[in-house]
């Protein structure tokens, strides 16, 4: 494990978390990076990315709920979840795209 993954919990719907990914071994400014989430119920799916020089993308699913940004003082990668529902309920893993480099994943779960 490369990448430390950090700040899920247990939040009702409607509500709101922010997840942090980081390293201590890897300078992450310098990759694309993605969060990915996974439930016993679906695949891997990839919900945001962000390019080296900050431009983000989102899957349909997540559009105009979260935002992925990057600090690169702080070589960290976060991804702010609002109006969460319960179908976010995952465990998300941030990936540096392309590579074996994961996060351990950090699981939210959204429920009443």
């Known amino acids: 494990v490369t990448l430390e993954d950090s700040g899920g919990g247990l939040v009702q719907p409607g509500g709101s978390l922010e997840l942090s990914c980081t390293s201590s071994k890897i300078t992450l400014k310098y990759y694309k990076m993605a969060w990915f989430r996974q439930s016993p119920r679906n695949s891997r799916e990839m919900v945001a990315t962000i390019t080296a020089d900050g431009r983000p993308d989102y899957a349909d699913s997540v559009e105009g709920r979260f935002t992925i940004a990057r600090d690169n003082v702080q070589n960290t990668v976060s991804l702010k979840m609002d109006n969460l529902r319960p179908d976010d309920t995952a465990t998300y893993s941030c990936?540096?795209?392309?590579?074996?480099?994961w996060g351990q994943g950090t699981q939210v779960t959204v429920s009443s």
């Open positions: 990936n540096i795209l392309t590579t074996n480099n």
